[in-house]
Structure formats: structure tokens, C-alpha cells
T-cell receptor, first 110, second 115 residues
């Protein structure tokens, strides 16, 4: 079955700098890759997603890139702000379900 | 436009009791997914249901756990004879179509504590 690896597990960046989170997946049939943000004690929230027919997608300060050949995808957050502090999960599809990575805890340092 | 609803938000059960978790999907969504999240860990898929059908229960423990999504009413995740290891946050998500191509939106979760 699908296996999603996510790195790093923890990331600290200075406010205003960029943050990059990387994921790899194993199932070449996967065609949908969402990213979720989860604040402490709250529900995961979909922040951006990308489908396999697209190599890059951007939404304001957030961008996601996908390399289907290498089976990896990345989340880029630019001009980080304190409210970006949270746990971020990447995910990939396996048939009718979504398999999540273990998460990256992002700390934005003042 | 109400989002995904879950209740109760917090549930405390003694070992051996039953836990019933409810999930009402977003309006217009007919696909429901249940996930379990242990403290400081990711989301583990448990089961995928459509109305009156279990589509994929490959992530569900074989014993004590069951799920349903009746024609009327919310989806229910039932855990019988709970043990301490069942303590976790249980999230449901809904989508308008097949999870592989449609966005999933999560409910607020039910935090189960087994004492």
C-alpha cells in the first residue's frame, strides 16, 4: 500500500523567512496530494492541494510542487508569520482513501 | 453552510464500556472517513463509508470496532469494551465524491479518554 514519508519532523524558522517541508510517496498511481494544517487541539484544515497533472500550484504565501517521476512533493511557505506555527501534514491518495505523513511541527521564531 | 459536525467533543469511558462517536457530514457530501490520531502522531485511516455501505475498512481493528453510515442520520463509530489504548482523538472527514479526487473536510474531532 501507499507509504508517505515526511521531513523534517520539526522545523524552526525566523519570522519572515521561508519554510520548506518535503514528502515522498510510494504508489505511482496516486494522483491527489493535499496538505493540511493542524493547530493545537483543533481539526486538520486543508490549506492547499495539487493533482498529478500539475507540477506547481500557488496560493498567496503558500506553494506546492510535485515531481511525479521522483515521487516527491513539497510545501513552501514564504514570509512566515507567527500564525503559521502549527503541525503540517502531507498526504497522498491510495485508491479511495488518503494516507497521511507523520507531520512536521513548524515553529516560527520571533 | 455548516461544516462537518462531530459529537460528543469529549468522551470519558471506563475500561470495558462502549464508546459511540457520531459524525454528520457537510451538506451535499455522501462520503465519510474516520481517522484516529494518537497524541503527537499523524492521522491513521480507519474506515471509509458511503450511505449504507462500508467501502474500505482496512484500517479498522478487527475486533471491538465497527462503523456505520445509515440512510438517515449521522455516521457512527462504535468501540466496544474500550481499553486504555483506545484513548485518542477520532476525526471524521467528508467529501462530495471519491476521496482520491475530492477534498476531504474534517470535523472538530472527538477526544476519547479511557480511564
Amino acid at each position: 500500500g501507499e507509504n508517505v514519508e515526511q521531513h523534517p519532523s520539526t522545523l524552526s524558522v525566523q519570522e519572515g523567512d521561508s519554510a520548506v517541508i518535503k514528502c515522498t510517496y510510494s504508489d505511482s498511481a496516486s494522483n491527489y496530494f493535499p496538505w493540511y494544517k493542524q493547530e493545537l487541539g483543533k481539526r486538520p484544515q486543508l490549506i492547499i492541494d495539487i493533482r498529478s497533472n500539475v507540477g506547481e500550484k500557488k496560493d498567496q504565501r503558500i506553494a506546492v510542487t510535485l515531481n511525479k517521476t521522483a515521487k516527491h512533493f513539497s510545501l513552501h511557505i514564504t514570509e512566515t508569520q507567527p500564525e503559521d506555527s502549527a503541525v503540517y501534514f502531507c498526504a497522498a491518495t491510495e485508491n479511495d482513501k488518503i494516507i497521511f505523513g507523520k507531520g512536521t511541527r513548524l515553529h516560527i521564531l520571533p | 453552510n455548516a461544516g462537518v459536525m462531530q459529537n460528543p467533543r469529549h468522551l470519558v469511558r471506563r475500561r470495558g464500556q462502549e464508546a459511540r462517536l457520531r459524525c454528520s457530514p457537510m451538506k451535499g457530501h455522501s462520503h465519510v472517513y474516520w481517522y484516529r490520531q494518537l497524541p503527537e502522531e499523524g492521522l491513521k485511516f480507519m474506515v471509509y463509508l458511503q450511505k449504507e455501505n462500508i467501502i474500505d475498512e482496512s484500517g479498522m481493528p478487527k475486533e471491538r470496532f465497527s462503523a456505520e453510515f445509515p440512510k438517515e442520520g449521522p455516521s457512527i463509530l462504535r468501540i466496544q469494551q474500550v481499553v486504555r489504548g483506545d484513548s485518542a482523538a477520532y476525526f471524521c472527514a467528508s467529501s462530495p465524491g471519491t476521496g482520491g479526487t475530492y477534498e476531504q473536510y474534517f470535523g472538530p474531532g472527538t477526544r476519547l479518554t479511557v480511564t
